[in-house]
């Protein structure tokens, strides 16, 4: 998949390491941003929810982006403004016409309340 013309831009948001820690784990530090350029994005459902007597609102999102887009499960993303948390997997597709890689797919969802 190339660039939408009128697609959107977001910005991948992935923890930048600091040093490590005694096991030899990496130790997050300030977010490391990636613009991403030509992306589509849909809803994907809001389901309301109760928790505990508290309202709370989860907002999805299907997100596709350019083939060969790094995004993996554990970054947020800030689409719109708002900051996302990446979903599930992330799934890169190829085109069974010629093979190209045809671009990388993922659900964004944020709850607020």
């Known amino acids: 998949m190339s660039r939408f013309p009128f697609g959107e831009t977001v910005t991948v948001l992935r923890a930048g390491a600091t ?3 005694i096991y030899g784990n990496d130790l997050p530090g300030p977010a490391v941003e990636q613009l991403v350029r030509g992306c589509v994005i849909a809803p994907a ?7 505990g ?18 995004v993996r499960p554990t970054d947020r993303m800030r689409i719109r403004g708002e900051v996302f948390e990446v979903h599930g997997a992330v799934t890169a597709h190829r085109s069974p016409f010629t093979g190209q890689g045809a671009g990388v797919h993922l659900t964004a969802r944020r709850t607020t309340g």
Do not use: F, I, Q, S
Request: hydrophobic share 25%; net charge negative.
């Open 53 to 70: 007597g508290r309202d709370t609102v989860t907002e999805a999102l299907t997100v596709y982006l350019p083939a060969g887009t790094d």
């Open 19 to 21: 040093g490590r820690d």
């Open 45 to 51: 459902g809001t389901p309301d929810e109760v928790t």
